[in-house]
């Protein structure tokens, strides 16, 4: 039976094409990368209008990155990385000694409060300690946000978590001001006013999805010749490797 229209879900560009997950930097180097793979070629007009919107929205995250990194002042990037270290060492302190009290026998109540924390805490584990800097700023901030609730933090502190807290808060404090983020967690500290990095990587990924997508409409099963030009079109893409200011490893999505 053939199923009625609205039987059926039309998949979107986000649907179809996965990309890696960069952070400003990441996605300025491989969009710029596809924009020099296209150039002095001819393409069909429905591959130029999606090039054309793919270079108008890398010309906008570039202003929106040289804005943030003026925001931080120019903060070194060995600098930024320490600190993101420093943050990720300290939420899986937290994470393996909660673990360690949900090893214990399941009688005591320490291991049910343990693994009941973890759960709370690490609904994904550690994969947020992998995300690109702003947004792994977010999901601290999340959390940090439930342990400065009263139930969430007395729970850690009666378990004896507090040196725990104390230096999450003293690390995700220092990682938000060298990215120019203000935190929920601190509200004595004075905001800091800086247009988000996001909309810009959305409208940028959107116009990148869009680009691949049409490029991978382009092949034609007998025609072996319009495989080869899209994925010279598409290898930058392709072949992204990770470094430390791009894909921060093990993702499949930019969000």
């Known amino acids: 039976m053939i199923p009625r229209l609205a039987d059926t879900t039309i998949a979107s560009a986000e ?10 930097g990441g996605a300025v ?3 710029d ?14 591959i130029v209008r999606a090039r054309d919107a793919l270079e108008e929205e890398l010309g906008a995250l570039r202003i929106a990155a040289a804005a943030r990194s003026k925001a931080m002042g120019g903060a070194d990037p060995s600098v930024l990385a320490g600190a993101d270290a420093v943050l990720d060492g300290c939420w899986s302190a937290l994470f393996d000694w ?17 693994y009941a924390l973890l759960a709370e805490l690490y609904p994904d584990g ?4 992998l995300l690109p800097y702003e947004l792994e700023w977010s999901q601290s901030e999340l959390r940090l946000d439930l342990i400065a609730e009263m139930e969430t933090g007395d729970r850690l502190r009666a378990l ?4 725990f807290i104390d230096a999450l808060v003293d690390s995700h404090r220092l990682y938000g001001s060298l990215l120019g983020l203000s935190s929920h967690a601190n509200p004595a500290e004075p905001p800091v006013v800086v247009s988000s990095l996001r909309p810009a990587l959305e409208r940028f990924a959107s116009a990148l ?14 025609e072996p010749a ?5 994925k010279a079109l598409l290898e930058p893409l392709l072949s992204w490797k990770s470094s430390t200011l791009g894909l921060r490893a093990g993702e499949t999505t930019l969000y």
């Not at 649907?15 to 400003?24: E, G, S, V, Y």
């Open 15 to 24: 649907d179809l094409i996965q990309l890696p997950r960069f952070d400003a």
């Open 29 to 31: 180097a491989v969009g």
């Open 33 to 46: 990368q596809l924009l020099a793979a296209a150039a002095s070629r001819e393409l069909p007009r429905s």
């Open 98 to 114: 909660l673990t360690g009290f949900s090893k214990l026998p399941e009688t005591m109540p320490q291991s049910r409060e343990g």
């Open 126 to 129: 550690l994969s947020f300690i």
């Open 160 to 163: 004896g978590g507090q040196p």
């Open 209 to 222: 999805r869009n680009y691949a997508l049409k490029v991978t409409a382009l092949v034609e099963i007998e």
């Open 226 to 230: 319009t495989a080869a030009l899209a």
